[in-house]
C-alpha cells in the first residue's frame, strides 16, 4: 500500500501515543525521497525539541534539520514569533508591538490554535514545501477548535464590525473620555460595556487604550486571521490533506481514538488514516517461551492485539501498524519508524 503526497499532513491523538514520534519519522520518509518537508509541532511538550537536538532559543524559528543525511525544516511553534513573521508578511507593526496583542499571544494565551492556522498558511504560501507536516498536542482541544472555525469567521465577520462602529472610531478619545460618549452605553453589547467597565476600574487609561487599540489592530489584521481559518477548506479536502489519527496498542487508547474520530467527524475526511503504534505481534512472532507463565503471558498479549485489531478495521477505513520498538533511545524510535514509513512512500 502506498500513501500518496499531499501538500499537509496532520497527527492527532491523545497523549504519549506516538504522534510526535510518528509525525517526525513520517517527515523523514518523505523528505528522503527529495520531497521538501517542513515539521511543524504545536505541542508544548517540546518533545520534538529533544528529538531533533534542536536549542532553546530556535523555538519560533524554521529550523533546517539534519537526521541521518536526511534533511529537512522543523518549527516548534511559538505564537509570539508568529504574530511577528504576520507583522512582517502583512505590514501591520503594531500587531507585534500592542502590549494587550503580546500577552493574547503568549503560548497559552487563547491565540495558539489561530496562529498555528495562520503560520501554516504563510509557510504553504510561501512556495517552499511541498509538504507541510503537522503535530499536534494530545486530546481533541485542536480539532474541536477547527470544527469551530465558522464560529470564528463570523466573529470577525460580524461581532468585529459591530465593536468597531462605536468603538473603533473613537480610539482617538480612548480612556476616560470614551465612557462619555452616550451613544456607546446605549448601542455596544452588555458584556463589552461591562468588561470595558471593569477595566476602567482596574486598570489605567493608557491600558484602556491599548486595549481598544488591539481590538482595532486584531481587525485590521483580518485577512491574515481570515486567511489562515480558510485552510479548513483545505485540510478538510481528501486531495491535499492526510490525517492520521494515532493511537496505540495500550488498554483503553483505542477507545479515545474511536471517540476522537466521532468527535470531530464534520473535520476529517473519509479517507483518513488509524496508525496503530507499538504493535507487538512482529516480536512475539519469534519469542517462544518455553515457561508455562510465560506462554500465558504471551497468549493472551497475541489475542488482546488481534482482537483492538479486528475492532479498529471495523471502524476505520485504512489502519496502520507500527511495532512497538525494543529501544529505550528515542531516536532510534524515529529511526525504525521512519524505515516503516518508507514502505509507504509511492
Ligand atoms: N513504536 C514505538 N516503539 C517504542 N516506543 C515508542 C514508539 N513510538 C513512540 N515511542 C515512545 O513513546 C513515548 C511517547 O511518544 P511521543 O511521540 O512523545 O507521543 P505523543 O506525541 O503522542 O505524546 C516516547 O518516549 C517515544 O519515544
Ligand atoms: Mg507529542
Known amino acids: ?23 517526525t519519522a513520517r517527515a523523514l520518509a518523505q523528505a528522503s525521497t527529495g520531497l521538501r518537508v517542513l515539521l511543524i509541532t504545536i505541542d508544548p511538550a517540546r518533545r520534538l525539541k529533544d528529538l531533533l537536538g534542536l536549542k532553546e532559543d530556535s523555538i519560533g524559528d524554521i529550523c533546517p534539520v539534519e537526521v541521518n543525511h536526511i ?14 513573521r504576520m507583522a512582517e508578511k502583512y505590514q501591520t507593526p503594531d500587531l507585534a508591538s500592542n502590549r494587550i496583542v503580546k500577552i493574547l499571544s503568549k503560548p497559552y494565551g487563547g491565540m495558539n490554535e489561530i496562529l498555528s492556522l495562520v503560520e501554516v498558511q504563510m509557510q504553504f504560501d510561501s512556495g517552499n514545501y511541498d509538504v507541510i507536516v503537522l503535530d499536534t498536542p494530545p486530546g481533541a482541544h485542536f480539532l474541536d477548535f477547527l470544527e469551530g472555525i465558522g464560529k470564528i469567521r463570523s466573529f470577525f465577520d460580524q461581532s468585529f464590525v459591530e465593536i468597531f462602529s462605536y468603538i473603533g472610531s473613537k480610539t482617538a478619545s480612548a480612556g476616560k ?30 491600558f484602556i487604550e491599548d486595549f481598544i487599540r488591539a481590538v482595532q489592530i486584531i481587525y485590521q489584521s ?11 477548506d483545505r485540510l478538510k479536502s481528501k486531495e491535499e490533506c492526510n490525517w492520521f489519527l494515532v493511537t496505540s496498542v495500550e488498554q483503553g487508547k483505542a477507545q479515545e481514538a474511536i471517540e476522537m474520530k466521532n468527535h ?9 488514516f488509524l496508525v496503530l503504534n507499538k504493535c ?18 504471551r497468549a493472551s498479549l497475541d489475542i488482546r492485539e488481534k482482537e483492538l485489531k479486528e475492532s479498529l478495521r471495523s471502524v476505520f477505513p485504512h489502519v496502520l501498524e507500527f511495532p512497538e520498538v525494543m529501544s529505550l533511545e528515542p531516536i532510534e524510535h524515529v529511526n525504525n519508524l521512519t524505515e516503516k514509513w518508507k514502505s509507504y512512500v509511492p
Open 1 to 23: 500500500m502506498s500513501i500518496s503526497t499531499k501538500s499537509f499532513e496532520i497527527f492527532c491523538g491523545t497523549g504519549g501515543v506516538g504522534k510526535t514520534t510518528l509525525a
Open 71 to 84: 534533511k529537512l525544516h522543523a518549527l516548534l511553534m511559538s505564537p509570539e514569533k508568529t504574530i511577528q
Open 177 to 206: 473620555k470614551v465612557f462619555g460618549f452616550g451613544i456607546i452605553n446605549r448601542v455596544i453589547s452588555g458584556g463589552l460595556r461591562k468588561l470595558l467597565g471593569y477595566l476602567q476600574k482596574f486598570t489605567d487609561a493608557k
Open 222 to 232: 483580518k485577512e491574515a486571521f481570515l486567511k489562515g481559518l480558510s485552510l479548513q
Open 264 to 272: 470531530a467527524s464534520s473535520f476529517i475526511h473519509q479517507d483518513h
Open 280 to 297: 507487538l505481534e512482529q516480536e512475539m512472532k519469534d519469542w517462544h517461551p518455553g515457561d508455562e507463565k510465560l506462554k500465558l503471558i
